[in-house]
Every structure is written in structure tokens, then in C-alpha cells.
């Protein structure tokens, strides 16, 4: 054991602990991370190349890309941001809480998760049609959901909602009540201890779970294309544009289209990776 | 600030927790509130503190009733046994949150605070690690932030639940000395809950003993401990051996032995009496009543023996460098004299 760790150079050598495998996990960890998440995305990114950046450059800024990346990142961003205000009360309220059908309530917060989201977006979309249920209701205000803009954004808010609601709960479960206790027999009220107190502690696990949202509604296709009505320039997100070149056999403007959304999300993740570590500086990790 | 409760009662479902409890705590005073696990210490503590609230009886701040108000209104700091800092503050934004929440206006400007948590941290003599967050420090100087905190507030009653329960031993008796010392500088009226008699005996100004959510006595530690008022706090306070023993006035009978009583007892007939093990006097084999040594166990500059009197177990204690405790030797014979016992009708 000992002396197949020594091919490893010294700073790689692991302390001797009593948990074996340093060698194996490393090793099947780095193949599997290249098999299954490397080589798709070099592919991802070799395929552009036939281009040139010049015609990378030209396939992402047309009129109708932009308007889908905008549509994509946008609708991504609102739907996280509205589940980061609902999902916080959703969890509070299943922690905090004790009412009938509580565990109802609280499988249900899983479903957008199980669903298959062919079904989602059908549902969302016969709801929101401005003859559903709730359409109806709408169309006399002048608002209009399905085939809209903010149809794709209420899909993006469905599919989100778990990712924030079960990033949350668990913290707030293991919140000390006497930290409460502490704060208010300091002198502050139920809103200063809940922003000054609870909330910087739970703060972490929102942008954690918003993230998440966030990351899944920018992929998303399935529910959205049901109800967002796919018309270039208004309502047609990007990984519906990159299916249709696909279709045209246009291999390397989709590639493009999917690079530029990768380096985009991975950018926008870093930075709440950012903000998250800055968000727990007093952790002292 | 004086504190008066009476018939306080609080149930947590089946269980009563605190049963027709009348106290008074007078303004300055340092009281412990000990008893086992379970005895309603810390619920009596946490009613005073407004973190709960009792089920009947009133409760008197200062002559103010506060059997309802709110914590924040009662003016009365808590420290808990597991701090409960707020672990993403720093040490001086910790002790300044009682000030940032002031209900007072204006709230004090930023130098008011600054110089306030400055002062507190150079008491609790943490000033050098004002910037540190509360997982850089060991858990003695957790404790001492949140003293800091819980006194930044000026409050008139200054509760501690098991202030020093998770820390270990040496921290425990610098901490304890210390929390005399702040408490005789500031005067604050202070009650702390304690399962540990040897820490209520040397801190308190007077012990309250509760045992299954009632009172047993009131004392000072001098008092509780040479009258225990019943054979519970006898026991609880270090009481020595059980022994059964016939009463007989002034004196019982115990293994055959007669012994003078400590303390007062109506009734004769069968009861329980309490020998301490200082009280155990050993002897040559000839004299006083035949035992036999059981065990020697030195610990630090003591050395425990465990005898076996007549079937009965006793246990005495000696100093390790006396002359009778250096011929002893495990399974020999030596003479008993008990010089006094506390005993209690069974």
C-alpha cells in the first residue's frame, strides 16, 4: 500500500489516515469527470472552431440568436430571482410551521422536480392559455401568459422552485433557537432578528439553491417550449434555436450557440460562487 | 434590581417542570439555582428571562410585574450554556448587537458604541480579538463574548444557564473566579443555574436547591451545606455514604455505632443517615469499630479508602502525607470512629 503511493510525487502524497484509496477514488473520479463531462464539453467547444472566431462571431450575434439569449438568461435570472423570494417563505413555512397537510404540501414542493416536463409545459399552457383556468381570468386585464415572454418565465419559476426550497430547508432547521432566544432578549424585534440574524446565516444556502434554479431554467426546454409559443425575435429561448439548427444541419452554429451559453452560465456561477463564499467569510473554512 | 416569584407554575405537557416555586432574590445578589437534570432549574431561569413563560403565579422585576412582558422589556441579560454567539459577527459585533437594537432613541452614535464594546471586551479581556469571528475562538472565550454581549445592554438581571457546563475543568474555575470578580465591580443582580454543587457552593452568595420543581432549601452555601434541609440535598450536596441507622434523638445508631447528629430531626424509629467521608476518622485496628480497607484510591493530594464496616460500605478520606494514611494498605484491619452524620427519618 505504502509503496504504490510513493509513485505519487511528494505533495501529492496523501497523510497516512485510516480511510484507504487515495489512488483509486483520484483515479476513478478524473476518468469519470473526463468521460462524462469533458469530452462533451471539448467537442462543444471544437465544433465552433470550424468557423473561425470570426464566424463563431457572426453565427451568435444575429438579431435572432441575441434575442434568444436574451430571452433565455433573462427568463433564467427572473424565474431564480422570484423563487429565491417564495421559496425562502415556502421553507420557512415547512420548518417553521405546523398545520394540516403539512406533508402534503411538502411533497408537492418536489414535483416540478418528477415531472416529466413535456407534462409541465403542457399543464403550465393549457392553464395559462387565454382560455385555461387562469388564462381567462387574465385575458380581460390584457395580460397574456402562454405564448409569451412571461409564459416563459412562469415556466422557469415552476421548474425552479425545489432547487431553493430544499437548499434552505435544512439550514433553517438546524438554526439554534437560541440564537432568537440571544437576539431578542438583546432587544431586537421579530425583523431585526430575522434580518440581521437568521438571515445572514441562511443567506448562503438561498444563493446555493438560487444558483441551482438558476442553472437548471437556462437548459431548460421541455416545459418551455409548450408555452412560450417559439416566435423568433419575441418568445424563442436558446436551446430552442440550437434544435432548429440542428435540424437544418447547421452543426457548428448550434455548437456556437451552446458555447456561448456555457461560457455565459459558467461565468454567471462563478459569481455567485463568489458571492456565496463571501456570504460565509465567517465560517473560517 | 430585586426579583420575586411566586406560586410560579409551568407544565411542558404531562410533565410539571416548575411546581408552586416562591423565591426571592435580592438586589446585587449572586443565587445559584442548582439541582440535577430535570429538577426545573433552567425552566425557572428562562421564565425569569421572558424565554418562557409560566402557566400560573407572578413574577416581580423590581417590583414591576413581568410575568408576560417581553425579554427585550425586562432589561435582563442571558447568557446560555452553549453561548449562542452569532457566528457570522465578529467578537465586537457581537457584543455591540444589543446596542445596534436599542429600543432607546436615538440609538447611541457609532463612537458611543464603539468606545461601550471596546470597554466590555478589555473586561472580559478579549480586546485583541475584537475582528475574530466566534469559530476562531476556544470555548472559554466564547463564554466570555457572550457575557460581554449579554452585559452591553446594562441590564438589571444578569441570568446564566450552566455558564461553564461545556468547558472543561481549569477554564471552568478561571471563568468562575472571574464571573465573582465582575460580578462584585458591576453590582448586577446575577442568577445561574448549576447541576454543579462544588461551583454553587464556591460562587454563590446564597444556593437554591430545586429538586422535581420544588424548592428544598434556600441558603447560604455555608448553610446548605452543614443543614441540609432534607435527605435530598444532604445527598446532592456531597452527603458521603447512605446508610440505614435507627434515630434516637440527638444521636443514631449506625453498624452498631453511635453517632451525634448534625442537624435537628424530630422522630425516632428507622432512618437514613448521610456520613461525610471527612467525617470518617480511621484509627488503629484496636480502636473504635472493626473495619476492614476495601480499596485505596490516591487522588491528587488526597487519598479516598473505601471500608467495608460490618457489611456496609463508607468511604473516608485523608490526606495523602498524615501519618494514619501512610502505614494503610489494601485488606487491612482498622479502627472507625464516625464524628458526626446528618440523618433524616425514612
Redesign the interface.
Known sequence: MAGRLTILPAWLRPERTVIPGLGLTLGVTVTYLTLIVLLPLAALALRPAELGLGGIWDAVTQPRVLAALRLSFGAALLGAGINAVFGLMVAWMLVRYDFPLKRVIDAIVDLPFALPTAVAGIALTSLYAPNGWVGQLLDPLGIKVAFTPLGVIVATTFIGLPFVVRTVQPVLEDL?S??E?????????RW?TFS??IF??ILPALLTGTALAFARAVGEYGSIIFIAGNMPMVSEIAPLLIVIKLEQFDYAGAAAIGLTMLVASFLILLMVNLLQRWS?R???E | MSIQISGINKRFGGFTAVDHVDLSIASGELMALLGPSGSGKTTLLRIIGGLDFADSGQLLIDGVDSTVSEPHARRVGFVFQHYALFRHMTVFENVAFGLRVARRRPRPAEAAIRDKVMGLLDLVQLAPLAQRYPNQLSGGQRQRVALARALATEPSVLLLDEPFGALDAKVRKDLRRWLRDIHKGMGVTTVFVTHDQEEALELADRVTILHQGRVEQVGTPAEVYDHPASAFVCDFLGGGTRLDCTLAGDHADIAGLTVPLANDVDGRGAGIAFVRPHDVEILPAAAGAAARIAALHPVGPELRVDLDLAGHRLEAVLDRQSPEAIGLSPGALVGVRLRRANAYPA
Do not use: D, F, K, T
Open positions: 439554534e437560541e440564537l432566544e440571544a437576539a431578542g432578549s438583546l432587544g431586537a424585534n431585526e440581521r440574524v445572514p446565516l460565509r465567517w465560517s473560517g
